[in-house]
């Protein structure tokens, strides 16, 4: 006989919710420490290190997120003969995906800093660094917030995909409570509810902390 | 590091992987092309139809935006038979495509179509410009004009999300890919290929939109 849906699958597929937060939080933590790296060396003056980075962006944004992750799950463990699991596979596959998308989010708004303000913070004979670090970071933080806070809804989305390779989070949890129940039509509406849930109030807070910076800079944008 | 490449392999099967290629490749289009059919009826009842509609399309559009696709294609995979309608994994992949477009669609024209200040309209009509001319010349064109490149990004991220419908077994590259490494134990050589492969298409079709924009709305510019 088949199992029905009840509280103890609502449960499972909750425990799939957390797994799908932490993944999405550790490659959001993950990706910001390497993609502020690539943030910052795709602005400097070296040309290499911009062609470098340039291609590290574009070879996570042009393939898809699937295809990165069957290459580090299958790929790279049969050359060095291993085992990988798929939890850390997922970690890692994300955390590198995250990099590239929010390497190339903070270079735009590091580069939206006009130009004078370098030229007057070296002026001030202030050195790279700290040009950096007082005079452009915090100005450009700040324009960052609102796409930053959008990316991680794609991140959240994006996670789902982990579920291709085996790992029990959100919506493996609801194919393997399918398995059992046979009740499709119930069990990925409330999976697809459980992500909108945690998605839709990113997605508001983005966009209101977009209208507030785009009015603090006097900015009327439709894009 | 003991690992003989056997490349070759790969290029054995290029016969299988150019028809999966090829099927993403017209999966991606013909989405695109019947999702921006369903994006500009949405853009055109959210900007003007009443306001039950309206409330309809917005529900539409954040529902679409704040799920994950995979879990999309699961939901229309298995309710299109709920519904009478049996379909392939092919044209059930095809849906979800068109319907994920569709969402994102309607937000970048209505993007397009608020883009056109209500001065430029009354400038034309001053000009002497009939409707028809003020539609075409000073709203449609521009507007298009504007949301393009955006357009074209979409349309990007489509073609490599397409490669997420494996999971309902639609033959394309990912589903080709898969089948062909588990049959020769070759993964990591066909996942690597793979990759370039969409990197290329990705590159590829940048290329493509790039010159479509300058010969449809630079040249024209000039003369």
């Known amino acids: 006989m088949n199992r029905s849906f ?112 370098w030229e007057a913070s070296a002026c001030l004979s202030l050195g790279y660094l700290q040009q950096l670090r007082f005079v452009i970071l915090p100005q450009a933080m700040r324009i960052s917030i609102p796409p930053t806070v959008g990316f991680l809804v794609q991140l959240v989305k994006g996670t789902s995909i982990a579920a291709i390779i085996g790992f029990v989070e959100l919506t493996r949890a609801g194919q393997l409570i399918v398995n059992v129940t046979f009740q499709p039509m119930l069990v990925y509406p409330i999976v697809a509810a459980l992500y909108f849930v945690v998605c839709w109030p990113l997605s508001l807070l983005s966009r209101y902390l977009e209208r507030r910076i785009d009015a603090a800079l006097g900015v009327k944008r439709h894009l | ?67 994950p696709f995979l879990v999309q294609i699961f939901i229309i995979y298995f309710s299109l038979p709920a519904l009478g309608i049996s379909v392939g994994a092919n044209e059930a992949a095809l849906a979800a495509m068109v319907v994920n477009f569709g969402a994102y669609g309607t937000e970048i024209l209505r993007a397009g179509i608020e883009s056109i200040t209500h001065g430029q309209i009354d400038a034309a009509r001053a000009l002497g410009l009939t409707r028809l001319q003020t539609f075409r010349y ?86």
């Open chain 2, 138 to 223: 000073v709203i449609l064109f521009p507007a298009l004009k504007t949301v393009f490149p955006a357009l074209a990004s979409q349309f990007i991220l489509l073609m490599l999300a397409s490669s997420v419908v494996s999971a309902i077994s639609a033959v394309e590259l990912t589903a080709v890919t898969n089948s062909l490494q588990s049959t020769t134990f070759r993964p990591f050589e066909f996942y690597f290929v793979v990759t370039g492969i969409y990197l290329l298409m990705a590159l590829g079709f940048r290329a493509v939109f790039g010159g479509i924009y300058w010969i449809v709305f630079m040249r024209r510019q000039r003369s």
């Open chain 2, 1 to 67: 590091m003991h690992y003989a490449f056997h490349f070759n392999v790969v290029w054995d099967h290029w016969h299988d992987l150019a028809e999966g290629a090829w099927l993403t490749v017209r999966l991606s289009a013909l989405a695109m092309v019947i999702g921006l059919v369903v994006a500009t009826a949405c853009a055109y009842a959210k900007a003007a139809g009443p306001s039950p509609l309206r409330w309809t399309i917005a529900a539409y559009v954040e529902a679409i935006r704040n799920t």
């Open chain 1, 6 to 117: 009840g509280l103890p699958e609502f449960h499972y597929i909750l425990v799939g919710l957390e797994w799908t937060v932490l993944l999405s939080l550790i490659a959001f933590l993950g990706g910001s420490a390497v993609g502020f790296v690539i943030a910052i060396l795709r602005t400097t003056q070296s040309r290499v290190l911009r062609l470098l980075t340039a291609g590290y962006i574009q070879l996570f944004q042009g393939t898809p997120v699937l295809m990165q992750l069957f290459v580090l799950y299958y790929g790279l463990p049969v050359l060095f003969d291993m085992q990988v699991d798929a939890w850390p596979a997922a970690a890692l596959a994300f955390t590198l995906y995250a990099s590239a998308f929010l390497g190339e989010i903070w270079r735009g708004s590091i580069q939206a800093i006009p130009r004078t303000q």
